[in-house]
């Protein structure tokens, strides 16, 4: 079974600076999908930013970008110049890339509580 | 475009009763998946429904259920509540295009259930 694991439940950040969230997982497949998933407190899941495990190049998205090492089964999100509006819950995900006529359902670490401070 | 719609957004139960929750996806989304928020286990997958089969469920009790209609709103039912069950419950829709894409979930704003 796939698992992923986020060792830091609460992280904190000044405003400006940057942060980096870790995210380990444990598969047997070789390809598949990660996401990292923010969780403001109005309960919304967004997605932030998505990698493809048969990609080297690691994702970018704006201010977000993403380490992913395959050989390591590490995924840690970097959030550059931190506003007050990143606070939030940000959860890493894994999928299979291939489903067929199976699901799409994705295995979520515990999350990471992201603090802005102003 | 219209979001995934989630209703009841709050309810409140007593233990022995059931809830019905509503999702509506994203207008073309054939797939819609629900997921249980709980700050002791996290995010867990109850089941995905795509044309109106189940395609896989998680590691829940019989007494949660779903089904999907034929314009791809899903409901889950939960009967004989008990207070374990309160929780978050999301629903997500997506695409599910098959062999292409990375099909991304997109999530409603939950059903915030409390079992008394």
């Known amino acids: 079974a796939q698992t992923v694991t986020q060792s830091q439940p609460e992280m904190s950040v000044q405003e400006a600076e940057t942060v980096t969230l870790s995210c380990t997982y444990d598969?047997?497949?070789?390809?598949?999908?990660l996401f990292w998933y923010k969780q403001p407190p109005s309960r919304q899941m967004i997605l932030v930013i998505r990698q493809e495990a048969y990609k080297q190049q690691n994702a970018t998205e704006n201010r977000f970008s993403v380490n992913f090492q395959k050989a390591a089964k590490s995924f840690s999100l970097k959030i550059s110049d931190s506003q007050l509006g990143d606070a939030a819950m940000y959860f890493c995900a894994y999928r299979f890339l291939y489903s067929g006529a199976g699901s799409y359902q994705l295995t979520f670490g515990k999350g990471t509580k992201l603090s802005v401070i102003p | 475009k219209a979001g995934v719609t989630q209703t009841p957004r709050y309810l409140i139960k007593t233990r022995g009763q059931q809830v019905t929750l509503s999702c509506s996806p994203i207008?073309?989304?054939?797939?819609v998946s629900w997921y249980q928020q709980t700050p002791g286990q996290g995010l867990q997958f109850l089941f995905e429904?795509?044309?109106?089969?189940?395609?896989n469920k998680g590691n829940f009790p019989g007494r949660f259920s779903g089904r999907q209609f034929s314009n791809s709103r899903s409901e889950m039912n939960v009967s004989t509540l008990e207070l374990g069950d309160s929780a978050l419950y999301l629903c997500a829709s997506s695409p599910r295009t098959e062999g292409t894409g990375a099909n991304v979930l997109t999530f409603g704003a939950g059903s915030r259930l409390t079992v008394l």
């Open positions: 598969t047997s497949e070789s390809d598949y999908y």
């Open positions: 429904y795509f044309s109106e089969t189940q395609r």
């Open positions: 207008s073309g989304h054939r797939s």
